[in-house]
């Protein structure tokens, strides 16, 4: 079966860097999204992202954070100069054929910024 | 008020036993209806899906909308040890964005 696959697993940084997470969506999909989830809270939307443009983003996606679809498999959350509360769990998912359609997810990456 | 409401529990219930996890809404504008399931440390897992009212089976799982009570529910029968995680119920609109917001979710214990 099909599956959203995320690397690395785990990712530990120091509070400045910058950190690059990757994702490799399901293969025939066409919408990628990322989310994050901060332990014990809600899984919260960043942005999504269609035809090589970010078609949705919320109000944690800010300069700080940036999109990429190098190539045709891979996609990836860039966070620039990271902080403390930028810990979290990031999650990819991918959608096939429609914004409506639902969302799979992949396993997650694990950041932790000290 | 939040959009999506969802007792975090933890709800602990015997192996066997009738588990039923639900959640509130605000926004009349939600009509597609999803559960996951999500085990300590790993991503959401789709387990059902639903457009607007109505309800869904699935083996052992059903999937319950009221829209005019804005509440969702699933129900998991002969709850198995392995059932054991956390259930987040989500929600999106149509017309605009679809992208889901999702409650906090509900721990799950099943004990044998």
């Known amino acids: 079966e099909p599956e959203v696959t995320q690397t690395p697993s785990h990712q530990v940084t120091q509070m400045g860097q910058e950190v690059i997470l990757r994702c490799v969506p399901i293969s025939n999909h066409l919408y990628f999204y990322w989310y994050r989830q901060i332990l014990g809270q809600k899984v919260e939307f960043l942005v999504s992202f269609y035809n090589n443009e970010i078609s949705e983003k919320s109000e944690i996606f800010d300069d700080q954070f940036s999109v990429e679809r190098p190539d045709g498999s891979n996609f990836t959350l860039k966070i620039r100069s990271t902080k403390l509360e930028d810990s979290a769990m990031y999650f990819c998912?991918?959608?096939?054929?429609?914004?409506?359609?639902?969302?799979?997810f992949g396993p997650g990456t694990r950041l932790l910024v000290l | 008020q939040k959009e999506v409401e969802q007792d975090p529990g933890p709800l602990s219930v015997p192996e066997g036993a009738i588990v039923s996890l639900n959640c509130t809404y605000s926004?009349?504008?939600?009509?597609?209806f999803m559960w996951y399931r999500q085990y300590s440390r790993k991503g959401p897992e789709l387990l059902m899906y639903t457009y607007s009212s109505g309800n869904k089976e699935d083996g052992r799982f059903t999937a319950q909308v009221d829209k005019s009570s804005k509440y969702i529910s699933l129900f998991i029968r002969d709850s198995q040890p392995s059932d054991s995680a956390t259930y987040l119920c989500?929600?999106?609109?149509?017309?605009?964005?679809?992208?889901?917001?999702f409650g906090r979710g509900t721990s799950l214990i099943v004990h044998p």
């Open positions: 926004n009349s504008a939600f009509q597609y």
């Open positions: 989500a929600m999106s609109a149509t017309g605009g964005s679809y992208i889901p917001t």
């Open positions: 998912a991918s959608s096939g054929g429609g914004l409506q359609e639902t969302q799979y």
